[in-house]
Structures are given as C-alpha cells and as structure tokens.
C-alpha cells in the first residue's frame, strides 16, 4: 500500500529570518531537507555531517544544521539536510519547540 505524496506549508524560521516553503511529506522522511538557496539566504551553517550510503551505493557527505519549523501557530525543531539546489523542500521528523534556559 503507497502512502500518498502530500504538500505541507510550513516557515523554516533561523536568525530572525524565515522563508515559507511548500514541503513535501510522504511519512518516510527521517529529516527535512532544505534546498540550498534556502539555507543559504538564512544563513544556516554545518553543525555536524554524516556520510551517507545512497540506493546507488555511493558515498557522499551529507551537512546538517537545526532550525525551526512554524506550521500553523505552532513552533517545532528539526535536524535539516543541507541539500544542494536541485534537492526538493521535503520536511521530515519535527519536535515541539520548548524554550531552553541559559545556565546562571
């Protein structure tokens, strides 16, 4: 049984700038994946990467970064794959928001 395809709106929000997108969401996606003139125009920059093993057995480096996600009135978080800019908006895995304290 195919999981239909479906289009989310959403604003990927990261210093004090953000960007409306159309995502795709089909379900399977671990992370969201942001186009590269998107993560670039708000600035977001590698904070870890992974090698990842393609279908096609290739190696290739993947570079993530966290932003925050708006749908709706609601704030959530995701690790993002800084794709590269033929890479479609594709949202992923997301966890409410929660406001963390700076240590004293």
């Not at 195919?2 to 996606?29: Q, S, W, Y």
């Not at 959530?76 to 594709?90: F, H, M, N, P, V």
């Not at 928001?97 to 004293?104: C, K, L």
Request: glycine share 6%; aromatic share 6%.
């Amino acid at each position: 049984m195919n999981t239909p395809t479906r289009h989310v709106e959403a604003k990927i929000c990261h210093n004090g700038m953000e960007e409306t997108l159309r995502f795709l969401t089909d379900g399977k996606d671990g992370y969201t994946v942001l186009p590269k003139a998107i993560w670039r125009k708000l600035k977001l920059v590698p904070q870890c990467n992974a090698a990842e093993k393609q279908l096609t057995k290739e190696n290739s480096e993947k570079l993530f970064s966290h932003c925050l996600v708006e749908i709706g009135q609601q704030l959530y978080e995701t690790w993002a794959i800084l794709g590269d800019k033929s890479d479609d908006a594709r949202l992923g895995a997301i966890t409410p928001f929660v406001a963390r304290r700076q240590a004293a």
